[in-house]
Each structure stands twice: as C-alpha cells, then as structure tokens.
Nanobody
Framework: QVQLAESGGGLVQPGGSLRLSCAVSGSIANINAMAWFRQAPGKEREFVAT????????SYADSVKGRFTISRDDAKNTVYLQMNSLKLEDTAVYYC??????????????????WGQGTQVTVSS
C-alpha cells in the first residue's frame, strides 16, 4: 500500500504562484510513476502532470505546459507541483496519484492505484 498526503493549496491572485506537496509513504518501491490531476466544480478530473519514477520522464497537459513543473525530492519522499502564472481556470481541487508497474495511459486517472485526499487551489482577484 501507498499513502499520499497533499498540502500547499490556498487562495492566490491571477499571475501568482503556489507549490503543492505530496508526501509519499508506504510501499514506495512499488511506485512506477506519480501524477497530479485536478477537478474543477462540475467538471471531470483531468490530467495535469506526470513524473516517471525511474527515468524521470515528465509530461504535462497542454493547458499548464510552461507554467507548471513536477519534481520530486527522494530524501523527503515528496513530489511537488510548482505552479506559476496561475490563471482563473486553474481553480480546482488538486490530487496527487501514484501507480505501480501496470498497463494503462499515464494521462488517465483510472490508471492510478493510489490517491491523496486533495488540496483546494483557488485563483481569484
């Protein structure tokens, strides 16, 4: 089992920055990749960014490319999402997710086995 706990959400003005953290515990050796997803009110959960656990492959949704950066700190067992130049449409609950070595798209939420509780990000003036 893997446990995930997000933190770092909050209220920020358009153009501002936030850094989300996802603390990872449990069977970390079984993790193949991690990702951030988000869900806005009335919308489906959508992919934001993914990070391969072995080769450090990163991929981003087009809507956040160039503004968001996913990274990890192995010493702290933590994955981060640095969000810059935030826009109103970035408002959502952000979820951290992890998966083992399994089939399925890295960009689809059903392919992830473990989820955090989510952290609210609100971009508003």
């Amino acid at each position: 089992q893997v446990q995930l706990a997000e933190s770092g959400g909050g209220l920020v003005q358009p153009g501002g920055s936030l850094r989300l953290s996802c603390a990872v515990s449990g069977s970390i050796a079984n993790i193949n990749a991690m990702a951030w997803f988000r869900q806005a009110p009335g919308k489906e959960r959508e992919f934001v960014a993914t990070l391969g656990w072995g080769p450090f492959i990163r991929s981003y949704a087009d809507s956040v490319k160039g503004r968001f950066t996913i990274s990890r700190d192995d010493a702290k067992n933590t994955v981060y999402l640095q969000m810059n130049s935030l826009k109103l449409e970035d408002t959502a609950v952000y979820y951290c997710a992890a998966r083992g070595d399994r089939s399925g798209s890295y960009y689809q939420s059903p392919s992830y086995d473990y989820w955090g509780q989510g952290t609210q990000v609100t971009v508003s003036s």
